[in-house]
């Protein structure tokens, strides 16, 4: 460790939040329906939209509304990524000559990218066309975002209205975010990295001749264009195997910089985007604290778990100061460390080391900032509106201390909240430990292993942690492309989505509908410090309880086994 | 829940063709005629104009006159067209084997000296284009031995290829493969 670690850390954190605060305050103005900049050129294109689907985008839907208008969009996408992928092999746009792929790859594929998750069962030069890259699998990057996004806006509107029905229109929400935010920011991002030395061409793939006159084919990919959206939307999916390890999809400490803090920069824009629209700025500034101070300490952790001595380094009388394997030069620890934070603390899966090759209790905080809920700041309004979720269960815990009926930002919290609320919040645990569970004893599964012990309990546990959070990510030593995997891991993914979806567009409906309250003395003070360490305390109860006899059995006990040989190699 | 299907369909059909097809087109448009060496993989040319590789991607080299890369888990070593890491955990003993061997067989080459970790460990992406200063001086009394140079001259070589932190703290100081050993046929051909 050394201090230009650490400031490299700081900056790749801080600058995220930093960027996001007026980020945040243009993303509400979208939400809201207010006059941006861009209006000139996009206004048309938007009005071009609403007149094709035949919509009303200032009819304000009831929250079943807003839900079934949001499932029915997925359901559709779902059926066009499947379709895409079973046929690429007769489609054009596809200079690989690559064929359709399987059915269980295409619904682990489908149910991946539509649920912003974008686990990858497959390499994706080895796999897919370009066509498919490009028409689902980019397509999907945006609009999987938007959707997201979209119940966050939603949820702001809940604590505004006063005996309320509506929660917003799902279409108006869905288009404004992509073409307002996601779009531009993703050109200049593409245009960006193509000038840092990211590829961004129709070809597939070039043939060189090496030095010493061996034969490489150099596989090409329009993948600027998809590193952008890839970053921005938090989805995470790569058009290379090695994702952003690969140095055309992060060729430098610059790229890697700037695509680090694009993984979170929008995830945080998101909470100061529900700040002011539910004119709450202050309360949401406390939950930016405690994601901060929990996000910061998962990336410190790491950077001290991959600078601790790795037992082959050692066993081999190696220089042992930084655990390089699955790590690339130009990174080292302290960009690898401050990656492995920002892409599991927000849901988006893209890695520029190999999280298998963590030191063990580096990859339990991987998987353990994935199973605190994807709030830190999770996916683009995803994140924010399941950490409101864990703040109404933060004050109802203190209602009950106290004996008062809760109130959050001007609403009651009452039972039927709480009950959504926890439905929300326990099928995340139900669906990775549920799965983690049958898949330990089941020899099909046992199959796809690459490790025996408890690094091959982790490869398990990882697998569905990062599937039902929606992250993508994985401990890539499984082989994951087979029927059980790729089925079990598609249905945590789709639970994991639409479940909290629901509930959360149900929780707006609840609050919409009820009166807003003034400010009164008698309620606790939401935008303070007591408030964010009740806050912290919860979401570490709730993560840290449910998980740690898991984690205990996995990476817990690597690790002692880790320390037992570097002891004995001494 | 039915009579949301007719704007998902149309919505769908248009974001298809706006961000699938028009948004990746105009970044292609735009990458090609603005930064055309980058938008097309940053190649490298020989003096006959055959492609010898790319600045970016690593390439195995096993001569003696040339500077070695890392190990790498692409394929079967630097698979340009199958990137990946060896995905081994710490304490998987493969890992500890494979590491032992690569570093006794450079400290027979090299008696007495501390073997850098990115020697004998595979990278994320199997494809590193760098290795780190110290593993690059480390194979200068090979390399020079093998071209009849001074060794200082390669490390000469070398320290001019050293890449340095971004503004003294992003990123690790490294050394590019390829570009010193281009740099080393340039000067002395093997």
């Known amino acids: 460790m050394n201090w230009q670690g650490w400031a490299e850390i700081a900056l790749t954190l801080g600058l ?50 807003y839900a079934g208008a949001l499932l029915a969009f997925n359901a559709v996408g779902f059926v066009l990524v499947y379709a895409v992928l079973r046929l690429q092999g007769v489609l054009p746009l596809n200079p690989q000559g690559f064929a359709g792929v399987s059915p269980h790859l295409a619904f682990n594929t489908a149910a991946s990218f539509v649920t912003n998750t974008n686990w990858q069962s497959y390499g994706g030069e080895t796999t897919m066309s370009t066509l498919s890259q490009m028409l689902v699998l980019t397509v999907q990057n945006f609009v999987s975002a938007a959707t997201g996004a979209t119940i966050a806006a939603a949820l702001a509107r809940a604590f505004v209205a006063n005996r309320g029905e509506g929660v917003g229109n799902f279409w108006a929400d869905l288009v404004r975010t992509t073409l307002y935010v996601l779009l531009p920011l993703s050109l200049v991002l593409a245009i960006v990295l193509v000038a840092l030395g990211l590829p961004q061409t129709l070809a597939a793939s070039v043939d060189a001749t090496t030095l010493e006159g061996a034969p490489q084919k150099i596989a090409l990919f329009a993948t600027a264009s998809q590193e952008a959206i ?14 952003s390890a690969h140095p055309f999809e992060n060729p430098t400490p610059l790229t890697d910089l700037i695509t680090a803090v694009s993984i979170n920069m929008l995830g945080w824009a998101a909470f100061f985007a529900f700040g002011r629209s539910a004119l709450a700025r202050k309360d949401i500034r406390a939950l930016v604290a405690a994601a901060m101070i929990l996000l910061s300490a998962g990336a410190a952790a790491v950077y001290v778990t991959e600078t601790q001595a790795a037992p082959a380094l050692v066993a081999a009388h190696v220089d042992a100061s930084v655990n390089m394997e699955g790590k690339e030069v130009r990174f080292g620890a302290p960009a690898a460390a401050a990656w492995v934070a920002m892409t599991t603390g927000a849901s988006s899966g893209s890695v520029n080391t190999m999280h298998s090759s963590l030191m063990p209790l580096g ?61 929300a919040v326990l099928v995340v645990p139900l669906s990775m430990l549920g799965f983690s569970a049958v898949a330990a004893v089941l020899p099909e599964a046992l199959k796809g292993l690459m490790h025996a012990g408890p690094h091959g309990l982790s490869e398990i546990l990882y697998g569905y942690t990062s599937a039902t959070a929606n992250n993508g990510s994985a401990f890539a030593g499984l082989s994951a492309n087979a029927p059980w995997w790729n089925t079990t891991l598609g ?65 817990i006990v690597e690790h002692f086994q880790a320390l037992a040989l570097v002891a004995a190699a001494h | 829940m039915l009579s949301h299907f007719r704007p998902a369909l149309v919505l769908m059909g248009l974001f298809t063709v706006l961000l699938g097809l028009a948004y990746p087109l105009a970044v292609t448009g735009v990458a090609q005629a603005a930064f055309p060496v980058q938008a097309n993989g940053s190649l490298v040319r020989d003096t006959s104009g055959t492609v010898v590789g790319s600045t970016l991607i690593g390439q195995a080299f096993a001569a003696p006159q040339y500077l070695h890369p890392r190990p790498s888990a692409a394929g079967a070593g630097y698979d340009a067209s199958a990137s990946g890491g060896s995905n081994m955990g710490p304490i998987n003993e493969a890992l500890a084997r494979r590491v032992k061997a690569d570093a006794d067989a450079l400290r027979a080459e090299n008696p007495g000296v501390v073997i850098p970790a990115d020697a004998v460990t595979t990278s994320a992406s199997g494809l590193d284009p760098d290795i780190s200063p110290a593993y690059a001086h480390l194979q200068a009394a090979r390399v020079a031995k093998a071209r009849g140079l001074a060794k200082s001259q390669v490390e000469a070589v070398i320290d001019a290829h050293v890449q340095g932190r971004l503004l003294g703290f992003i990123g690790q100081p490294r050394v590019n493969v390829l570009a010193v050993n281009r740099a080393l046929d340039a000067r002395a051909p093997g």
């Open chain 1, 16 to 65: 995220a939040v930093a960027i996001a605060w007026p980020l945040g305050a243009y993303m509400s103005r979208v939400w809201n329906g207010e006059r941006t900049w861009l209006d000139p050129v996009l206004k048309p294109v938007e009005a071009l939209f609403y007149a094709a689907g035949g919509i009303d985008p200032r009819k304000s839907q009831t929250w079943h509304g």
């Open chain 1, 230 to 243: 890839k970053q921005l939307g938090i989805n995470g999916g790569g058009v290379f195997n090695a994702n």
């Open chain 1, 363 to 423: 990859g339990a905080v991987a998987m353990f900032l994935m199973q605190l809920g994807e709030i830190l700041p999770g996916g683009i309004g995803s994140g924010i509106a399941i950490m409101v979720v864990m703040a109404l269960l933060a004050v109802f815990v203190a209602g009950l201390m106290v004996g008062r009926t809760p109130e959050y930002l001007g609403k009651k919290v009452e039972a039927r909240e709480i009950q959504l609320a926890m439905l």
């Open chain 1, 491 to 555: 249905i945590s993914m789709t639970l994991g989505r639409f479940v909290p979806i629901v509930a959360v567009l149900a929780i707006a409906g609840a609050l919409a509908a009820k009166p807003k309250l003034a400010p009164s003395a008698g309620a606790m003070p939401t935008d303070g410090g007591l408030f964010i360490g009740l806050l912290i305390g919860v979401i570490l109860i709730l993560g840290g309880l449910q998980f740690f006899p898991a984690l205990a059995l996995g990476p």
